[in-house]
């Protein structure tokens, strides 16, 4: 559980807003809103990035072990001109609920799962509307991103797939290849045809014996269906890197310069 006896760290002009409904209306959550330097002082439109697993991701506070620090390096990678100015909006998990959420099908091996869809409903349905209508965004779909890790991984690259048409940007970190027996890995396998998304995958070398075959073989089946290495599919192994969010933050830098890439004249 977090440890509520930490101070918080959000850095930057962070909205918060609560209890935010949820599709099956029963799981209401918070959503944080960062927003980029000079926001208040532009009339400027700015990409948004989704990003599952919520309170995790700005602040220390509410973090399960560790936060990702996504504010802070954002900040900096803002004020250098390495990225472009975006929109962060940090999603809150379920609690109990996660599991369910976060996995596109039952997994008989655990009992539970397959609450993606719904789930994925009140994101694209309910919370886009929302922070379109609130905020000064980009919202066609080469300038809205989605992200996690874990079984966040699991969700962003399953509901990206099927909403291909609303997020043109994935950061798939960790993803948890695993369940159901690799049931990702057929959702890639059954694509009728590639989708034009640019993909950041990736995973640690110090998470587990199966990992780096599973997050291979995840590879595998997006380059077999089109996405170019190095090109709109970016593959990272970290050496050393387990599955924790202190491994996590340190890939946040990464993704997002190859996400949103600075479009400036002074770009570095």
């Known amino acids: ?8 760290t959000l850095t930057g002009d962070i909205r918060v807003h609560q209890s935010f409904p949820s ?15 000079g926001y208040e002082a532009a009339e400027e ?14 602040d220390q506070a509410t ?3 560790d936060e990702w620090g996504v504010d802070e390096t954002a900040q900096q990678l803002i004020a250098t001109r390495r990225i472009e100015p975006l929109i962060i909006v940090a999603i809150s998990n379920a609690g109990d609920r996660r ?3 976060y996995t596109p099908t039952v997994n008989p ?35 809205t991103a989605m992200g ?7 969700v962003t690259l399953y509901l990206g797939l099927r909403y291909a048409t609303t997020f043109g940007k994935l950061a ?23 989708t034009s998304q640019r993909i950041w995958l990736d995973a640690g070398t110090r998470e587990g014996a199966d990992v780096i075959p599973d997050i291979r073989r995840l590879r595998d089946a997006l380059v077999a269906k089109g996405w170019s290495i190095a090109g709109d599919l970016m593959y990272f192994e970290a050496r050393g890197g387990e599955h924790n969010e202190r491994s996590w933050a340190k890939r946040v830098g990464p993704f997002l310069k190859f996400l949103f890439p600075s479009r400036g004249p002074d770009a570095r």
């Open 45 to 58: 439109r700015y990409p948004v990035l989704y990003l599952h697993d919520g309170q995790n991701v700005f």
């Open 148 to 154: 996690g890790s874990s079984l966040g991984g699991l």
């Open 99 to 101: 599991v369910d959420e």
């Open 172 to 194: 798939v970190l960790s993803p948890s290849v695993w369940w159901d027996d690799g049931a990702i890995v057929r959702v890639v396998d059954a694509l009728s045809t590639k």
């Open 23 to 37: 599709a099956d209306g029963q799981h209401d959550r918070t959503v944080l809103v960062y927003l980029p330097p």
């Open 109 to 143: 091996a655990v009992g539970g799962g397959g609450g993606a869809d719904i789930y994925g409903c009140m994101v694209v349905d309910d919370l886009k509307p929302f922070i379109d209508a609130t905020y000064r965004t980009r919202p066609d779909v080469t300038n």
């Open 63 to 65: 973090a399960f072990a």
């Open 1 to 8: 559980m977090p440890d509520r006896t930490r101070p918080h």
